[in-house]
């Protein structure tokens, strides 16, 4: 097993509020990848805008911090162009779920081989406190005055339902559990969500670490991930949320499978040189 | 007949009623036989009905722009439009069958000539050899060859089985025989002569954005299905494959550029492909490839704007629009290839400067050129070697490397033991947000010295005409070869033809013949003159003329002609 270390960067500015649930998922994640024999080359972690979204920055490896709301764009484009690559889209729920919602919808149909961690803290941090999508109703912020009055996005069974291959939650102030979570979606072969709850100490007051800890609770080991329709239906309870892989699916061809350009040859797209003499047969074979 | 050489021939029909397949005979057979063919069409945002048209020219030396005579008007199914009944002469023969069109004709200048399509094509086997037998119709007016002519249905059909075949063929007959017969109702249209044409290819827009693309190296498209930009999507996907090309349709322009900004962080050479509209979404994801210096082509097919505009016109309305494209300030390349030669080439070269500069490249075209085919020489289809300017990454390698020319080594993850960075943030040499204002100079300074080289490296303007010319014709893309053919029509011994195909950066030689010229005149296809304003911002030079056209439809040699005449009076 490798030493998380390997992925610090020592000059590094963590740039988040002391107490912030954001460290505790920097800690689980540099320890996945370590406990999975990761090495930072290997790793790509891709983020939008945001707090969350600024993980790559305070770790060592490859990293794209692309714009808000695009990361699973930015991140099926890296994966695609180089299948070898470990690829993780990390960012808030702001950033995945409102801003890229269109994304995160056609991402999970699309079903590349990525992990997606979601640092869901219930509010937008980098601008300071207005509602995320996943805020609950009637939450006051220096925007929503009147409270929040749209229902709060399921990401969870949004997810399942549109097919997602994987679905797990986890809280931050579990560091095992989540890298638990983290190593299984990086393992699993297809696009995998990781929600993980995170309090916001700065701007959510509603959310706190003690509330995450009073409604949530982790999954039996009865809980079949194979059963969709189960999956669903704890992705749908709101009262105590689950912890733990909700949904997996194995063997479903991924975005990378589906392109066909892989299926003889796994040479990565930057070491290919494009056949130019077909174009001129195309050419000449053209009336 | 135009220039007492060519024929100019008008398919009309509704869409469903196979317009699209007599270009495609038209074309083929009539290079086979050793004519030069030029075809251009327009049509209406529909799927069933309206009238669309196509103009064909048939001619002995190559041709290539659009003309407004009509020789001959070939007219499928009721319902021609003003845009081609104005068109109409004392000297266009109307090939139409009475008993579907009626009294449509009655009116118009030309000669009308019935002739009975429906009764013929039910005779072939059927309603929808209407449109073969018009083609052979064209075939036999101008002498074609009927090898050729079965030649093409045996290749084209020859998978659906014999039946379909023979019943093209005889349709196709029944065409040529009735042309054959009446050509002598085009008393002054001495037939072209035919030309050695077998080693030219007959190409359209399409076809030359896209081969030029993967002849450039492109190995990854995204895209957004969007007239007139789709047609590249499709030839891409249809062509995946052979290519090992990645093609995804995906769910909007946003994702398809931030998605080809991915795979370009990862070691691809992507192109995206779109129109106005879709471009104007793409603008944040194309300042961040500017940011983060990762090479990207857009392929920016114009129609008419603003917003849904006209959806299935052309314009050349969007210069502004990929000069300035993207927040904030980074170097770009913008081409405008004029020719289905050019749209190869440059689209081709627009690989080859953004690997070398890690900068973005627009190549403008539009709904006029990309659906305008011709027979080109293949060897006036020019690419370098596709290089992606990759270096193998070491321990310390840093991304952003401040070195004299702007041009970082650029690696990509998994090419070394490097770690590779790349941030929509300013950032450090690494690549990491770090707020310091000289690091902010020193890394804008950084992009900007590519800037520089863009206009060093630059593709060099067309200009031509007499030697001492005084007056200058500006225009860019796929108006060129009209204003072109204008002015050959012209003969002004004074005057000079640029075809800017580098719109920017500006390059030495177009600002050097603006500062010769003593008089400027533009040519182009929007209301504001973008061209003209911009030559103007740069060079400090106004013009003493020019032509616009935006009305959807692209310019004739005639317009331009007489256009040209009006202003130097
Ligand atoms: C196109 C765009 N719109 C808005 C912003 C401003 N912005 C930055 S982060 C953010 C929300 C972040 O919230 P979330 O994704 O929940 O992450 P957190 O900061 O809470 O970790 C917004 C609105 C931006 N950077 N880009
Ligand atoms: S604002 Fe909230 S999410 Fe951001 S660092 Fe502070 S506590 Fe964490």
Not at chain 1, 12 to 26: E, H, R, V, Y
Not at chain 1, 49 to 71: D, S, V, W
Not at chain 1, 151 to 158: G, I, K, R, S, T
Not at chain 2, 81 to 88: F, G, K, S
Request: with cysteine; glycine share 10%.
């Amino acid at each position: 097993m490798t030493d998380p270390r390997i992925f610090d960067l020592p000059e590094a500015d963590l740039a988040w509020c002391p107490g912030c649930g954001d460290f505790k998922i920097l800690e689980a994640l540099k320890k996945a990848l370590a406990d999975m024999d990761m090495a930072p080359e290997d790793v790509v972690v891709v983020s939008g805008i945001g707090q969350a979204a600024k993980t790559p920055h305070f770790m060592k490896c490859n990293f794209l911090n692309g714009l808000h709301g695009r990361a699973l764009s930015h991140a099926t484009g890296v994966k695609a162009a180089n299948p070898k690559l470990t690829v993780v889209a990390v960012g808030g729920d702001g950033d995945m779920y409102g801003e890229g919602g269109n994304h995160f919808l056609h991402t999970v149909r699309r079903n590349p081989d990525i992990a997606n961690f979601v640092y869901n803290n219930m509010v937008y941090g980098l601008t300071k406190g207005q509602a995320s999508p996943t805020s609950p109703k009637g939450m006051v912020t220096p925007v929503q005055t009147r409270g929040v009055s749209s229902e709060p996005v399921n990401p969870l069974a949004l997810a399942i339902v549109q097919g997602a291959t994987f679905v797990a939650r986890a809280f931050s102030g579990d560091v095992d559990h989540t890298a638990e979570m983290m190593k299984a979606a990086i393992e699993h072969r297809g696009y995998a969500l990781v929600d993980i709850f995170q309090p916001c100490v700065s701007f959510n007051k509603t959310n706190t670490f003690k509330w995450f800890k009073d409604h949530t609770y982790r999954l039996e080991d009865e809980h079949d991930s194979s059963n969709r329709s189960a999956a669903l239906s704890l992705a749908m309870e709101t009262e105590r949320f689950p912890l733990g892989i909700l949904y997996r699916e194995e063997g479903r061809p991924t975005f990378e499978d589906s392109l066909g350009i892989y299926e003889k040859d796994d040479t990565p797209l930057h070491r290919r040189s494009p056949d130019v003499d077909k174009v001129r047969e195309t050419i000449d074979s053209m009336t | 007949m135009a220039s007492g050489k060519d024929l100019s021939v008008v398919i009309c029909g509704g869409a469903g009623y196979g317009v699209q397949t007599v270009e495609d005979i038209l074309a083929k057979v009539l290079k086979r036989s050793g004519y030069h063919v030029f075809a251009t069409r327009e049509y209406m945002s529909r799927v069933r009905g309206g009238n669309n048209s196509t103009e064909i020219r048939i001619s002995s030396t190559p041709v290539d722009g659009m003309v407004d005579e009509i020789d001959l008007l070939v007219v499928l199914s009721p319902g021609v439009r003003e845009n081609i009944r104005r068109r109409i002469t004392q000297n266009t023969v109307i090939a139409a069958d009475r008993s579907s069109v009626g009294e449509e004709f009655e009116k118009t200048d030309g000669a009308f000539f019935d002739v009975p399509l429906g009764e013929m094509a039910k005779e072939a086997g059927g309603a929808v050899y209407a449109n073969v037998i018009a083609a052979g119709l064209v075939l036999g007016i101008v002498d074609a060859s009927t090898d050729q002519a079965e030649e093409y249905f045996l290749s084209r059909f020859g998978k659906k089985g014999d039946k379909v075949v023979d019943e093209n063929r005889s349709a196709c007959g029944k065409g040529l025989e009735l042309g054959r017969s009446i050509a002598d109702k085009f008393p002054d249209l001495a037939p072209p002569k035919k030309d050695d044409t077998s080693s030219r290819r007959v190409m359209n827009g399409v076809q030359a954005v896209s081969l030029g693309a993967i002849a450039g190296g492109c190995d990854f498209v995204t895209a957004y299905p969007m007239s007139p930009a789709t047609g590249v999507l499709a030839f891409a996907a249809q062509n995946a494959s052979d290519f090992g090309l990645a093609v995804e349709q995906v769910e909007d322009e946003i994702s398809a550029v931030n998605m080809a900004v991915g795979a370009s962080y990862a070691g691809a050479s992507p192109m995206v492909t779109t129109s106005g509209g879709g471009f104007s979404l793409m603008y944040e994801g194309f300042s961040l490839a500017g940011v983060a210096e990762t090479p990207l082509v857009v392929h920016l097919a114009q129609r008419p704007g603003p917003a849904t505009g006209m959806a299935t016109r052309t314009e050349q309305g969007d210069l502004n629009l990929a000069v300035h494209a993207g927040h904030g300030e980074f170097p770009r390349l913008v081409l405008a290839p004029g020719t289905i030669e050019e749209a190869y080439s440059l689209t081709a070269r627009a690989f080859e400067i953004a690997h070398r500069y890690q900068v973005q490249s627009v190549v403008m075209t539009d709904q006029y050129l990309l659906n305008t085919f011709r027979d080109v020489d293949p060897d006036d289809l020019i690419a370098a070697k596709p290089d992606k300017c990759l270096v193998t990454s070491g321990p310390g390698y840093r991304r952003y490397e401040d070195v004299p020319n702007g041009v970082s080594p650029r690696s990509v993850p998994g090419l070394g033991k490097g770690i590779v960075g790349c941030d929509s943030h300013e950032h450090d040499e690494e690549g990491h947000v770090f707020e310091d204002f000289d690091l902010r100079v020193r890394m804008s300074d950084k992009r900007f010295r590519k800037g520089e080289l863009l206009k060093e490296d630059f593709v060099p303007a067309d200009i031509r005409g007499p030697e001492n010319w005084t007056r200058l014709v500006l225009c860019w893309g796929s108006t060129g070869p009209i204003v072109s053919e204008a002015l050959r029509d012209l003969k002004l011994p004074d005057t000079a033809l640029m075809r800017v195909r580098q719109i920017w950066p500006v390059a030495e030689d177009v600002a050097a013949a603006v500062e010769r010229a003593d008089e400027l005149i533009f040519v182009e296809g929007n209301h504001d003159g973008q061209l003209e304003n911009l030559i103007k911002s740069v060079t400090g030079r106004s013009a003493q003329g020019h032509l616009r056209n935006y009305c959807g439809l692209q310019f004739s040699v005639e317009q331009v002609r007489m256009g040209l005449s009006e202003i130097l009076g």
